[in-house]
C-alpha cells in the first residue's frame, strides 16, 4: 500500500530552520568520520606498504630459525659468493649476477640535537640496485666512504624533520658519524624508512665480517627450489630460504592483530557516532513534537514523518561526509606514520573513501530513526498540546 511522503524541500528548510543545531551536528558528525578516515587510512597504508615490498622474482637467503627476525640472521660473508656459483637460473647481465649481500640491522640513529631514537640501517653494495628493483635515487647520489644514503621515510622513522634529514646532514649511528649523500623512494615499499651505506663501511663500524641476508634474483628461468635446495644440502652454514613475496605475506600476517584492533577502533568510533546521533536527534525532535502531530492531524502518515526525518539525517552525513573526505584527501592522504616495521604513509584510497563515506550516511540513517519513532508514538491530541 502506497502512502503520500512529504515534499523533499521539507527536510531540507528544516534544516536552515535551526543553524546553529544545524552546524553543531553537521561538524560533529565531519570530525567523526575524519577520524574514521585516519583509522582506515592506516590500515590501507600499512598494507600497501607491505604489499608492494616483496618482488616475486627475489629470494631471500638467511640464517636457519631466525623466523621473519632478519636484523638477528647471521651469515658468512662466502655465501654471497657461493649461491651464484653453486646455483643456476641467477639473472645475469653485462656478467654479472643480481646477488646482493647485505648487513641488516636495527639500531639507535640520532638526527641533530635530539635523542636517538630506533632505526634500520643495511649496509649493502652497488648490487642492491639491481636486486631491489624498485628503489630509485630521488636527489644526490650512491653513498661513498663514510656517507649514507635515507630513505623517503627514514626521517619520521627517526624522529627528524626534513630539513635534519637533508642531504649534507649527518647522522649517527654504531659510534660514527654519517654524512648524507642521497635521497631514495622505492615505490612506497618498507625499504624507505632505511638509511642504506655501503657494506664495508658498517661491517668496519659494527667490527663484524659476516652478513645478515644475501638476496638473489632469479632469472624467468630460474626456479626457487634450487636455492631451497643449496641451502638444505650446506648444513655447514645454516641457511634457510624464503622468497621475499612469502616473508613480507608473513610479515602481513604477524601483523593481523593490529589491523584487527585498528578494525575495533573504527567500530568504536561508529559505535560513538551513532549516540552522538542520536543524542543530537532526539534533542531536534523532542522539540518539534507539536510539529509532527500537526503533520498527522492535516493527513501524512507516521511512516512518511519517519521518512523526512531520516532524509534530514542522510542530508546532514552526506554533507559531512563529503567534507571529511575532502579533509582526508588533501591533509590526511600521504601523512607519515612511525611503525615498529619502520615508517608508512596513511592511504586514503577508493576503498577508504568508500568505507569512510558508507560510515557517515550510516550515521545519519541509524541516528535518526530512533528518536523519529519515538517522538511519534506519543499520541497526536498530546503532541498538539506540548510545549
Do not use: H
Not at 535551526?18 to 597504508?45: A, D, E, Q, S, Y
Not at 586514503?348 to 511519534?376: H, K, Q, Y
Request: proline share 3%; aromatic share 10%; charged share 20%.
Amino acid at each position: 500500500m502506497f502512502f503520500r511522503l512529504l515534499p523533499w524541500e521539507y527536510a531540507i528548510r528544516n534544516l536552515f530552520r535551526r543553524p546553529l543545531r544545524t552546524c553543531l551536528t553537521f561538524f560533529g558528525l565531519t570530525t567523526v568520520i575524519v577520524l574514521v578516515f585516519v583509522v582506515v587510512g592506516f590500515i590501507r597504508g600499512l598494507e600497501r606498504s607491505l604489499a608492494v615490498s616483496g618482488d616475486p622474482q627475489t629470494a631471500v637467503i638467511f640464517s636457519l630459525g631466525m623466523g621473519e627476525n632478519l636484523e638477528y640472521s647471521s651469515i658468512p660473508m662466502r655465501t654471497s659468493d657461493l649461491v651464484p656459483a653453486s646455483v643456476g637460473g641467477i639473472q645475469e647481465r653485462f656478467g654479472q649476477k643480481y646477488v646482493s649481500p647485505e648487513l641488516y640491522l636495527g639500531t639507535q640513529v640520532g638526527v641533530g640535537e635530539k635523542e636517538a631514537a630506533m632505526g634500520l640501517v643495511r649496509g649493502v653494495t652497488r648490487s642492491a640496485l639491481l636486486v631491489r628493483r624498485q628503489v630509485e635515487i630521488e636527489e644526490g647520489n650512491w653513498p661513498k666512504s663514510g656517507e649514507v644514503m635515507l630513505g623517503r621515510m627514514a626521517a619520521t622513522k627517526f624522529g627528524a624533520t626534513e630539513t635534519e634529514a637533508q642531504i649534507g646532514q649527518a647522522i649517527t649511528f654504531e659510534g660514527r658519524t654519517w654524512k648524507i649523500s642521497g635521497i631514495f623512494s622505492a615505490g612506497g615499499a618498507a625499504f624507505e624508512s632505511e638509511a642504506w651505506c655501503r657494506l664495508d663501511d658498517l661491517q668496519q663500524a659494527m667490527k663484524r665480517q659476516d652478513l645478515s641476508i644475501v638476496a638473489v634474483t632469479l632469472a624467468s628461468s630460474g626456479d626457487f627450489a634450487d636455492i631451497d635446495l643449496f641451502c638444505k644440502e650446506r648444513l655447514d652454514l645454516e641457511l634457510q630460504a624464503m622468497q621475499e613475496t612469502e616473508y613480507y605475506a608473513t610479515l602481513q600476517k604477524d601483523y593481523g592483530p593490529v589491523r584487527w584492533l585498528a578494525w575495533l577502533v573504527v567500530l568504536l568510533v561508529f559505535g560513538a557516532g551513532v549516540f552522538a546521533g542520536l543524542n543530537t536527534m532526539y534533542g531536534a525532535v523532542v522539540g518539534r513534537i507539536p510539529e509532527l502531530s500537526t503533520l498527522q492531524t492535516i493527513g501524512f502518515m507516521r511512516r512518511a514523518i519517519v521518512v523526512s526525518l531520516i532524509q534530514e539525517g542522510m542530508l546532514l552525513a552526506a554533507g559531512a561526509s563529503l567534507l571529511a573526505a575532502f579533509v582526508a584527501l588533501f591533509f590526511v592522504n600521504g601523512f607519515a606514520v612511525r611503525f615498529t616495521m619502520g615508517a608508512f604513509s596513511l592511504r586514503i584510497d577508493s576503498v577508504a573513501v568508500l568505507i569512510g563515506c558508507g560510515v557517515g550516511l550510516s550515521l545519519g540513517f541509524f541516528g535518526a530513526i530512533p528518536p523519529a519513532i519515538r517522538a511519534l508514538r506519543m499520541p497526536v491530541v498530546d503532541g498538539l498540546k506540548a510545549v
